[in-house]
Nanobody, 124 residues
Framework: QVQLVESGGGLVQAGGSLRLSCAASGRTFSRYGMGWFRQAPGKEREFVATISRTGFSTFYADSVKGRFTISRDAAKNTLYLQMNSLKPEDTAVYYC?????????????????WGQGTQVTVSS
């Protein structure tokens, strides 16, 4: 199995940027399809972005398309989410997930492993 630890969250003003990281340990990082999800208070966990095992294929939720970029570094066993032009509605706990069997999935139930989450707060 793989262990995931997110970092990089914080408080930022609207229009600002943050880069989240998700460090993976355990089994070979490149065997997992990876994704970012987020959960705001009182809401269900929602899909943000996903990246294939090779890193060649990405897919984004409409709400973040053009503002967020997902990437992965196999040498560092790390997943990233670059978030630009942040809005107050981006405020949430952000989680990275690893899928052992699927690539490019948008449903949280398709992911087998999760990190503990990192809080992102965007002030207006």
């Amino acid at each position: 199995q793989v262990q995931l630890v997110e970092s990089g969250g914080g408080l930022v003003q609207a229009g600002g940027s943050l880069r989240l990281s998700c460090a993976a340990s355990g089994r070979t990082f490149s065997r997992y399809g990876m994704g970012w999800f987020r959960q705001a208070p009182g809401k269900e966990r929602e899909f943000v972005a996903t990246i294939s095992r090779t890193g060649f294929s990405t897919f984004y939720a409409d709400s973040v398309k053009g503002r967020f970029t997902i990437s992965r570094d196999a040498a560092k066993n790390t997943l990233y989410l670059q978030m630009n032009s942040l809005k107050p509605e981006d405020t949430a706990v952000y989680y990275c997930g690893a899928s052992e069997y699927y690539n490019g999935r948008v449903y949280s139930s398709d992911y087998d492993y999760w990190g503990q989450g990192t809080q992102v707060t965007v002030s207006s």
